[in-house]
T-cell receptor, first 113, second 113 residues
Framework: ETGVTQSPTHLIKTRGQQVTLRCSSQ?????VSWYQQALGQGPQFIFQ???????GRGNFPPRFSGLQFPNYSSELNVNALELDDSALYLC????????????FGQGTRLTVV | QQQVKQSPQSLIVQKGGISIINCAYE??????FPWYQQFPGKGPALLIA?????SEKKEGRFTISFNKSAKQFSLHIMDSQPGDSATYFC????????????FGAGTQVVVTP
Protein backbone atom coordinates (compact mmCIF):
# COMPACT_ATOMS: atom_id res chain seq x y z
CA GLU A 1 0.00 0.00 0.00
CA THR A 2 1.43 3.36 -0.95
CA GLY A 3 0.01 6.41 -2.67
CA VAL A 4 2.17 8.88 -0.77
CA THR A 5 3.73 11.30 -3.23
CA GLN A 6 6.46 13.82 -2.56
CA SER A 7 7.72 16.77 -4.53
CA PRO A 8 10.17 17.68 -5.78
CA THR A 9 12.21 14.48 -6.15
CA HIS A 10 15.53 16.31 -6.18
CA LEU A 11 16.56 19.75 -5.02
CA ILE A 12 19.81 21.68 -4.74
CA LYS A 13 20.01 24.66 -2.40
CA THR A 14 22.71 26.96 -1.14
CA ARG A 15 23.70 27.13 2.51
CA GLY A 16 21.60 29.72 4.34
CA GLN A 17 18.61 29.41 2.01
CA GLN A 18 15.16 28.14 2.91
CA VAL A 19 13.40 25.14 1.39
CA THR A 20 9.86 23.77 1.31
CA LEU A 21 9.17 20.11 0.62
CA ARG A 22 5.69 18.78 -0.09
CA CYS A 23 3.85 15.57 0.60
CA SER A 24 0.46 14.31 -0.47
CA SER A 25 -0.94 11.34 1.38
CA GLN A 26 -3.73 9.07 0.29
CA UNK A 27 -7.35 9.16 1.30
CA UNK A 28 -8.01 7.78 4.77
CA UNK A 29 -4.57 8.67 6.08
CA UNK A 30 -4.93 11.46 8.61
CA UNK A 31 -1.49 11.45 10.19
CA VAL A 32 1.74 12.42 8.47
CA SER A 33 5.29 12.03 9.77
CA TRP A 34 8.50 13.44 8.34
CA TYR A 35 11.87 11.72 8.48
CA GLN A 36 15.42 12.67 7.54
CA GLN A 37 17.62 9.92 6.11
CA ALA A 38 21.30 10.76 5.80
CA LEU A 39 23.35 8.70 3.37
CA GLY A 40 23.95 5.20 4.70
CA GLN A 41 21.80 5.68 7.79
CA GLY A 42 18.31 4.85 8.94
CA PRO A 43 15.53 7.42 8.82
CA GLN A 44 15.37 9.81 11.78
CA PHE A 45 11.98 11.08 12.98
CA ILE A 46 11.61 14.85 12.58
CA PHE A 47 7.97 15.48 13.57
CA GLN A 48 4.43 14.33 13.08
CA UNK A 49 1.19 16.14 12.27
CA UNK A 50 -2.32 15.05 13.18
CA UNK A 51 -5.40 17.17 12.47
CA UNK A 52 -3.15 20.04 11.41
CA UNK A 53 -1.37 20.15 14.78
CA UNK A 54 2.17 19.03 15.56
CA UNK A 55 1.91 15.74 17.46
CA GLY A 56 5.43 14.93 18.53
CA ARG A 57 8.90 16.03 17.50
CA GLY A 58 12.28 14.37 17.31
CA ASN A 59 15.65 15.89 18.10
CA PHE A 60 15.59 18.56 15.40
CA PRO A 61 16.02 22.33 15.84
CA PRO A 62 13.15 24.82 15.42
CA ARG A 63 14.37 25.80 11.95
CA PHE A 64 12.66 22.58 10.89
CA SER A 65 8.94 23.32 10.79
CA GLY A 66 5.89 21.88 9.16
CA LEU A 67 2.29 22.26 8.18
CA GLN A 68 -0.58 19.90 7.55
CA PHE A 69 -3.55 21.01 5.48
CA PRO A 70 -7.24 20.00 5.73
CA ASN A 71 -6.79 17.62 2.79
CA TYR A 72 -4.02 15.87 4.80
CA SER A 73 -1.25 17.10 2.52
CA SER A 74 1.79 18.42 4.33
CA GLU A 75 4.86 20.60 4.02
CA LEU A 76 8.28 20.48 5.61
CA ASN A 77 10.11 23.78 5.81
CA VAL A 78 13.76 24.15 6.66
CA ASN A 79 15.26 27.59 7.26
CA ALA A 80 18.90 28.64 7.28
CA LEU A 81 20.05 25.51 5.48
CA GLU A 82 23.28 23.91 6.61
CA LEU A 83 25.51 21.50 4.71
CA ASP A 84 24.51 18.71 7.14
CA ASP A 85 20.88 19.11 6.08
CA SER A 86 21.78 17.29 2.87
CA ALA A 87 19.73 14.09 3.04
CA LEU A 88 16.74 12.20 1.74
CA TYR A 89 13.59 13.60 3.32
CA LEU A 90 10.78 11.12 3.66
CA CYS A 91 7.13 11.64 4.30
CA UNK A 92 5.08 8.81 5.80
CA UNK A 93 1.34 8.63 6.29
CA UNK A 94 -0.64 6.47 8.68
CA UNK A 95 -4.15 5.17 8.04
CA UNK A 96 -6.94 6.08 10.44
CA UNK A 97 -7.73 2.38 10.88
CA UNK A 98 -4.18 1.10 11.48
CA UNK A 99 -2.53 3.46 13.90
CA UNK A 100 0.97 2.01 13.93
CA UNK A 101 1.68 1.42 10.26
CA UNK A 102 3.55 4.05 8.28
CA UNK A 103 3.67 4.14 4.49
CA PHE A 104 6.48 6.13 2.94
CA GLY A 105 6.75 8.23 -0.16
CA GLN A 106 9.75 8.04 -2.47
CA GLY A 107 11.44 10.96 -0.76
CA THR A 108 13.02 14.25 -1.75
CA ARG A 109 16.78 14.27 -2.16
CA LEU A 110 18.03 17.62 -0.83
CA THR A 111 21.59 18.69 -1.51
CA VAL A 112 22.93 21.78 0.24
CA VAL A 113 26.03 23.32 -1.31
CA GLN B 1 20.95 7.64 21.79
CA GLN B 2 20.22 4.86 19.34
CA GLN B 3 17.21 2.97 20.65
CA VAL B 4 17.30 0.23 18.03
CA LYS B 5 20.58 -1.45 17.17
CA GLN B 6 20.84 -3.47 13.95
CA SER B 7 23.43 -5.92 12.71
CA PRO B 8 25.18 -6.79 10.51
CA GLN B 9 25.83 -3.62 8.55
CA SER B 10 25.99 -5.64 5.35
CA LEU B 11 25.83 -9.22 4.21
CA ILE B 12 26.33 -11.21 1.04
CA VAL B 13 24.33 -14.38 0.47
CA GLN B 14 24.10 -16.75 -2.43
CA LYS B 15 20.89 -17.27 -4.32
CA GLY B 16 18.77 -19.76 -2.46
CA GLY B 17 20.47 -19.09 0.86
CA ILE B 18 19.11 -17.62 4.07
CA SER B 19 19.67 -13.99 5.05
CA ILE B 20 19.46 -13.21 8.77
CA ILE B 21 19.36 -9.69 10.19
CA ASN B 22 19.23 -8.98 13.91
CA CYS B 23 17.93 -6.07 15.93
CA ALA B 24 17.92 -5.21 19.61
CA TYR B 25 15.90 -2.55 21.38
CA GLU B 26 16.08 -0.87 24.75
CA UNK B 27 12.69 0.70 25.39
CA UNK B 28 10.29 -1.86 26.87
CA UNK B 29 7.38 0.41 25.93
CA UNK B 30 7.88 -0.51 22.28
CA UNK B 31 5.18 -2.87 21.12
CA UNK B 32 5.27 -2.76 17.33
CA PHE B 33 8.25 -3.98 15.34
CA PRO B 34 8.18 -3.56 11.55
CA TRP B 35 10.78 -4.32 8.93
CA TYR B 36 11.20 -2.11 5.90
CA GLN B 37 12.86 -2.81 2.56
CA GLN B 38 14.46 0.05 0.66
CA PHE B 39 15.81 0.05 -2.89
CA PRO B 40 18.21 2.77 -4.07
CA GLY B 41 16.40 6.02 -4.81
CA LYS B 42 13.15 4.80 -3.25
CA GLY B 43 11.39 5.25 0.05
CA PRO B 44 11.22 2.39 2.57
CA ALA B 45 8.44 -0.12 1.94
CA LEU B 46 6.76 -1.99 4.79
CA LEU B 47 7.71 -5.66 4.50
CA ILE B 48 6.41 -7.41 7.60
CA ALA B 49 5.68 -6.49 11.21
CA UNK B 50 5.18 -8.19 14.55
CA UNK B 51 3.79 -7.40 17.98
CA UNK B 52 5.30 -8.85 21.18
CA UNK B 53 2.37 -11.15 21.90
CA UNK B 54 3.71 -13.64 19.32
CA SER B 55 7.20 -15.09 18.94
CA GLU B 56 7.18 -15.60 15.20
CA LYS B 57 5.40 -14.31 12.12
CA LYS B 58 5.82 -15.61 8.61
CA GLU B 59 4.78 -14.06 5.32
CA GLY B 60 5.98 -15.93 2.27
CA ARG B 61 9.77 -16.15 2.36
CA PHE B 62 10.05 -13.57 5.17
CA THR B 63 9.91 -14.52 8.85
CA ILE B 64 10.24 -12.38 11.96
CA SER B 65 11.42 -14.05 15.16
CA PHE B 66 10.80 -12.14 18.37
CA ASN B 67 12.36 -12.66 21.82
CA LYS B 68 10.68 -10.36 24.31
CA SER B 69 12.84 -11.29 27.30
CA ALA B 70 16.03 -10.59 25.36
CA LYS B 71 14.54 -7.51 23.69
CA GLN B 72 15.66 -8.81 20.32
CA PHE B 73 14.03 -9.56 17.01
CA SER B 74 15.30 -10.79 13.69
CA LEU B 75 14.35 -11.05 10.04
CA HIS B 76 14.97 -14.25 8.12
CA ILE B 77 14.79 -14.20 4.33
CA MET B 78 14.46 -17.75 3.07
CA ASP B 79 15.45 -18.85 -0.44
CA SER B 80 17.05 -15.44 -1.06
CA GLN B 81 16.71 -14.12 -4.62
CA PRO B 82 18.73 -11.46 -6.50
CA GLY B 83 15.62 -9.27 -6.41
CA ASP B 84 15.91 -9.24 -2.60
CA SER B 85 19.12 -7.21 -2.88
CA ALA B 86 18.23 -4.06 -0.96
CA THR B 87 18.74 -2.31 2.35
CA TYR B 88 16.62 -3.61 5.21
CA PHE B 89 15.69 -1.57 8.25
CA CYS B 90 14.20 -2.76 11.49
CA UNK B 91 12.13 -0.30 13.48
CA UNK B 92 10.15 -0.05 16.68
CA UNK B 93 7.36 2.10 18.02
CA UNK B 94 5.04 2.48 21.00
CA UNK B 95 1.33 1.78 21.05
CA UNK B 96 -0.79 4.36 19.26
CA UNK B 97 2.29 6.08 17.90
CA UNK B 98 0.65 6.73 14.55
CA UNK B 99 3.90 6.21 12.69
CA UNK B 100 6.57 7.57 15.04
CA UNK B 101 9.23 4.99 14.38
CA UNK B 102 12.72 4.46 15.75
CA PHE B 103 14.82 2.88 13.00
CA GLY B 104 17.93 0.77 13.06
CA ALA B 105 20.92 1.80 10.95
CA GLY B 106 20.11 -0.64 8.17
CA THR B 107 21.60 -3.77 6.62
CA GLN B 108 22.61 -3.86 2.98
CA VAL B 109 21.86 -7.30 1.58
CA VAL B 110 23.44 -8.49 -1.66
CA VAL B 111 22.20 -11.75 -3.15
CA THR B 112 24.63 -13.19 -5.67
CA PRO B 113 23.37 -15.30 -8.59
Amino acid sequence: ETGVTQSPTHLIKTRGQQVTLRCSSQSGHNTVSWYQQALGQGPQFIFQYYREEENGRGNFPPRFSGLQFPNYSSELNVNALELDDSALYLCASTPMTRNTEAFFGQGTRLTVV
Amino acid sequence: QQQVKQSPQSLIVQKGGISIINCAYENTAFDYFPWYQQFPGKGPALLIAIRPDVSEKKEGRFTISFNKSAKQFSLHIMDSQPGDSATYFCAASKADSWGKLQFGAGTQVVVTP
